[in-house]
């Protein structure tokens, strides 16, 4: 049984009203709302039936706004644009023209800027049919937001099907020739947050990486295997004993734009795992070791390594790499993205 129903999750600071989408079928309750395309929470069953929320989210728009959030600010859930992670030293050149973009993280650019895509309203429409239930979420980002040039015309596509797999489907258009690379930044936490993500298990099919210094690649392509960013064999993401854990970006071979299988996280204990499926070139791996912890609702809730984000997307500073996969979209052309999490409980 497929079902959506909408409800009100707040207003923002001028009045508006946002809205709540949930999406269900007969074992996965998805909440989305369109401040920010944030999925607010996944619930699942464990092996023993047991039902749990399984991604790092708030149940009311209050939180999401509050200064104790914004004041850390890990992107919980939401669409990250107009372009994603990191651009060195804020500065971008398109066609002989620089522009000089937010520094918001360290001396450079990160997830769109002071105000991305993950803190502004989308228009929504509710998609319901037999074989799936989602939502469709339109942005229109003007010429010079965030200093970015163009007109872009953003659209992501949340659906849920019988199969347990959560599609988001990204598309967008220019009236000038800009930069585009949309991901979502949930983090997930397979045991339901009685632990942290320490003794979940990956697998990646990546066989390589962008070499890092201080986050920003230095334009190198270097082989994982044998190292402590080889995932080719499902392992703990704490078996490399690394201090901080990852936030790193892996790369796929021949991603040719279909959608191909490139990873799993499973949790032993739950017996949960999520299936990753994208036609994006590579994924950032981020541990969380930045997480804040909360006080919600009298609560503390989070902190360090309290989820893991696995964002499917194009590698980061790319506009300074050419042989990197570009991120540059011009008018004419047609940005079309997607990935899968398929939930599945052994």
Known sequence: MMKITTTKFGNLNNGTEVLLFTLENNSITIKITNYGGII??????NRNGSIENIVCGFDDLETYLSDEY?????????????????????????????????????????????????????DAEVIDEKSQV????????????????????????????EQNELGIQYYAETDKTTVVNLTNHTYFNLTGFRENILNHELELTATAMTEMIEQIPTGKIVPVIGTAYDFNTPKKLNAAGLEMGYDDNFVFDDQDGELNYIGCLSENNSFRKVEIYTTQPGMQLYTGYWNPELT??????????????????????????????TVLLKPGELYDEKTVYKFITE
């Not at 607010?40 to 069953?45: A, E, F, K, L, R």
């Open 134 to 161: 989602g939502v469709k979420l339109t942005y229109l980002s003007p010429d010079g937001e965030e200093n970015y040039p163009g007109n872009l015309k953003v659209t992501c596509i949340y659906t849920l099907n």
């Open 70 to 122: 914004l004041s850390s600010y890990p992107y919980f859930g939401a669409i990250i644009g107009r372009c994603g992670n990191r651009i060195a030293n804020g500065h971008l050149e398109i066609e002989g023209t620089t522009y000089e973009l937010a520094v918001n993280n360290g001396p450079n650019h990160l997830h769109g800027g002071a105000v991305g895509f993950d803190r502004r309203l989308f």
């Open 40 to 45: 607010t929470s996944i619930d699942m069953p």
């Open 296 to 325: 919600i609702n009298g609560k503390k809730k989070f902190g360090s390594f309290s989820g893991v984000a696995l964002e499917t997307q194009h590698y980061p500073d790319s506009v300074h790499h050419s042989r990197f996969p």
